[in-house]
């Protein structure tokens, strides 16, 4: 059998080449006898006949032998010519095509399929913008073809000519008979109206695909992504939940049900996000003990610390280090002001932690010190408050925090030196300058109550150098001035206190009682919102009384 199949290769091959031969003496008898015009039209015939034979059969290599030879007697013939650069671009010799496609371009630039021949090229080539040029003048002839119409598109996009290629995709979707390639059409001018950031363009695209697959899955996703993206979260939430009702993959349901997740922490429906969590533990393939995470965290920002705290020690029991999730147990247990259970989870960490890790509790026990201290003092306990902010020292005692609250505490014992020198410490440890602003608020009380006037206005001063728009400074100010009698400065701080707090009820007063000289309706207006703001303001009914009253006399 195999000898059989040898034995016909060759005679095939010899039959080729005797064609070739056949031919080619025809081509050299023609040109060398007879009346030359009516020999060469007959030449052309039969040569055209039988290199459309050889490339309709592929044999591409015969088609160029031929073309060329006959080519070098009759150099004007075009649809030889054509055939031969066509044989070129199809045995992949691009170089020769684009040379053949010039040549035929010269004598007849209007020739459709040549510039179709040599925009190919160009793509093989990796010039896409040359290929533009041929393609485009190849659409002003050939605007209902499918072929060219695609490939025009693809070169728009490939060259980030968005709209340009937006419109040729549209032009072909109504070129397209089959519902798939209109389908497929869609998803592209779907992505390519994301680009360029018309979104209700591609709302449309999704939605034409939609129509057809209804049940598509990427499409379903592309269109959830997108609503996420113009922050509709109702919609994307409707889309992933009307894609519940045909998805059965695990990976696309815990890709449904983590976006519904994140979505539900977006917008703070946490009850919603426990819910989808919990759907998300009965898939295959979930990570149960970070879901189980997110859900203790889920009840601790819905204030159900004991349902949250629980969960985490279960965590902590099944994890092997149980370092972050012990951490977050301990926060747990602040956030429900158990600081005793906080400080024996930060110490059992440090009993087997890594420097690095030992250097992050520190840090933490310091500032846990430091809320347990704030909690004694709003109970008036000053002395267990000193206490705990002098075992906060032991851990990072350049944590400015302490000595400011160490000053909260001066101040409410009324030892005001001692307030000072616990801020000017605050101050000087707080490098990144974030607190600035109320320890410079802080630091101006207690020189005003020591009667360091000028103390207090370089206090206040610097605290509008960091914060020129903080309102509990800006009151300062004014009262300040307003103890100066420079009326006018008074009035300027008082009024910019209120435009950045609202509901600064003793800067409205003061500005109130400054109007009572000059703007007595003002006056009662600011009264009456402040009234209304908090009716128990006595100061703020008496004058109000004492205005009015005064109007009858």
Same mark, same amino acid.
């Given at each position: 059998?195999?000898?059989?199949?040898?034995?016909?290769?060759?005679?095939?091959?010899?039959?080729?080449?005797?064609?070739?031969?056949?031919?080619?003496?025809?081509?050299?008898?023609?040109?060398?006898?007879?009346?030359?015009?009516?020999?060469?039209?007959?030449?052309?015939?039969?040569?055209?006949?039988?290199?459309?034979?050889?490339?309709?059969?592929?044999?591409?290599?015969?088609?160029?032998?031929?073309?060329?030879?006959?080519?070098?007697?009759?150099?004007?013939?075009?649809?030889?010519?054509?055939?031969?650069?066509?044989?070129?671009?199809?045995?992949?010799?691009?170089?020769?095509?684009?040379?053949?496609?010039?040549?035929?371009?010269?004598?007849?630039?209007?020739?459709?399929?040549?510039?179709?021949?040599?925009?190919?090229?160009?793509?093989?080539?990796?010039?896409?913008?040359?290929?533009?040029?041929?393609?485009?003048?190849?659409?002003?002839?050939?605007?209902?073809?499918?072929?060219?119409?695609?490939?025009?598109?693809?070169?728009?996009?490939?060259?980030?000519?968005?709209?340009?290629?937006?419109?040729?995709?549209?032009?072909?979707?109504?070129?397209?008979?089959?519902?798939?390639?209109?389908?497929?059409?869609?998803?592209?001018?779907?992505?390519?109206?994301?680009?360029?950031?018309?979104?209700?363009?591609?709302?449309?695209?999704?939605?034409?695909?939609?129509?057809?697959?209804?049940?598509?899955?990427?499409?379903? !996703?592309?269109?959830?992504?997108?609503?996420?993206?113009?922050?509709?979260?109702?919609?994307?939430?409707?889309?992933?939940?009307?894609?519940?009702?045909?998805?059965?993959?695990?990976?696309?349901?815990?890709?449904?049900?983590?976006?519904?997740?994140?979505?539900?922490?977006?917008?703070?429906?946490?009850?919603?996000?426990?819910?989808?969590?919990?759907?998300?533990?009965?898939?295959?393939?979930?990570?149960?003990?970070?879901?189980?995470?997110?859900?203790?965290?889920?009840?601790?920002?819905?204030?159900?610390?004991?349902?949250?705290?629980?969960?985490?020690?279960?965590?902590?029991?099944?994890?092997?280090?149980?370092?972050?999730?012990?951490?977050?147990?301990?926060?747990?247990?602040?956030?429900?002001?158990?600081?005793?259970?906080?400080?024996?989870?930060?110490?059992?960490?440090?009993?087997?932690?890594?420097?690095?890790?030992?250097?992050?509790?520190?840090?933490?026990?310091?500032?846990?010190?430091?809320?347990?201290?704030?909690?004694?003092?709003?109970?008036?306990?000053?002395?267990?408050?000193?206490?705990?902010?002098?075992?906060?020292?032991?851990?990072?005692?350049?944590?400015?925090?302490?000595?400011?609250?160490?000053?909260?505490?001066?101040?409410?014992?009324?030892?005001?030196?001692?307030?000072?020198?616990?801020?000017?410490?605050?101050?000087?440890?707080?490098?990144?300058?974030?607190?600035?602003?109320?320890?410079?608020?802080?630091?101006?009380?207690?020189?005003?109550?020591?009667?360091?006037?000028?103390?207090?206005?370089?206090?206040?001063?610097?605290?509008?150098?960091?914060?020129?728009?903080?309102?509990?400074?800006?009151?300062?100010?004014?009262?300040?001035?307003?103890?100066?009698?420079?009326?006018?400065?008074?009035?300027?701080?008082?009024?910019?206190?209120?435009?950045?707090?609202?509901?600064?009820?003793?800067?409205?007063?003061?500005?109130?009682?400054?109007?009572?000289?000059?703007?007595?309706? !003002?006056?009662?207006?600011?009264?009456?919102?402040?009234?209304?703001?908090?009716?128990?303001?006595?100061?703020?009914?008496?004058?109000?009384?004492?205005?009015?009253?005064?109007?009858?006399?």
């Amino acid at each position: 059998m195999t000898d059989t199949n040898i034995i016909i290769i060759i005679v095939a091959f010899v039959a080729a080449i005797a064609a070739i031969y056949i031919l080619y003496s025809i081509i050299l008898f023609q040109g060398s006898t007879g009346k030359k015009g009516d020999e060469l039209q007959l030449s052309t015939k039969n040569i055209l006949e039988q290199v459309e034979v050889l490339y309709d059969k592929k044999e591409y290599g015969l088609v160029q032998l031929l073309a060329t030879k006959y080519l070098d007697r009759v150099p004007g013939h075009v649809d030889v010519r054509i055939y031969l650069a066509k044989a070129y671009y199809e045995d992949r010799k691009y170089n020769q095509a684009i040379k053949q496609c010039s040549i035929i371009l010269k004598k007849k630039s209007n020739n459709v399929e040549t510039r179709q021949v040599l925009g190919n090229c160009y793509i093989k080539k990796q010039l896409p913008l040359k290929a533009i040029k041929e393609y485009e003048y190849v659409f002003d002839y050939r605007k209902t073809d499918k072929d060219v119409v695609r490939t025009l598109a693809e070169l728009y996009r490939e060259t980030d000519q968005l709209f340009s290629s937006i419109g040729a995709y549209e032009v072909l979707a109504d070129l397209l008979d089959l519902e798939e390639d209109v389908a497929d059409v869609q998803s592209i001018l779907a992505e390519l109206n994301e680009e360029i950031h018309d979104y209700p363009a591609a709302f449309e695209a999704y939605k034409t695909r939609l129509g057809i697959y209804p049940q598509d899955v990427l499409t379903n !996703r592309k269109l959830t992504e997108l609503y996420i993206k113009i922050k509709n979260y109702p919609v994307a939430i409707e889309t992933l939940l009307y894609m519940l009702t045909f998805v059965t993959e695990s990976k696309v349901l815990l890709w449904i049900y983590d976006t519904l997740v994140s979505l539900s922490v977006e917008t703070e429906d946490y009850d919603k996000a426990i819910e989808y969590s919990e759907k998300l533990l009965d898939i295959q393939g979930s990570d149960k003990f970070k879901i189980r995470n997110n859900i203790a965290a889920f009840n601790l920002k819905l204030n159900r610390t004991n349902e949250g705290i629980a969960i985490l020690e279960d965590l902590v029991m099944m994890s092997q280090n149980g370092f972050d999730v012990t951490l977050e147990l301990a926060d747990a247990y602040i956030q429900n002001k158990d600081y005793q259970k906080a400080l024996e989870k930060y110490q059992l960490l440090l009993d087997k932690a890594t420097p690095r890790e030992a250097k992050t509790v520190n840090l933490l026990l310091c500032e846990l010190y430091i809320d347990w201290s704030i909690d004694l003092y709003k109970k008036d306990k000053i002395d267990d408050s000193f206490d705990l902010l002098k075992e906060a020292t032991e851990y990072n005692a350049l944590n400015s925090e302490i000595y400011y609250n160490m000053a909260k505490n001066y101040f409410k014992q009324k030892n005001y030196p001692s307030v000072i020198e616990s801020l000017n410490k605050a101050l000087e440890f707080d490098k990144q300058k974030e607190y600035q602003a109320k320890y410079l608020l802080l630091l101006s009380d207690a020189h005003h109550q020591l009667g360091n006037f000028f103390e207090e206005k370089k206090a206040l001063t610097d605290l509008l150098k960091y914060d020129e728009k903080n309102p509990q400074g800006l009151y300062r100010v004014g009262l300040m001035y307003a103890a100066q009698h420079d009326f006018k400065n008074a009035e300027d701080a008082f009024k910019k206190s209120i435009t950045y707090d609202p509901d600064l009820i003793k800067a409205k007063y003061n500005l109130a009682l400054l109007y009572e000289n000059n703007n007595r309706d !003002r006056a009662k207006e600011l009264y009456i919102e402040i009234l209304e703001q908090d009716p128990t303001f006595e100061e703020a009914k008496n004058s109000l009384a004492d205005l009015s009253s005064s109007d009858y006399y």
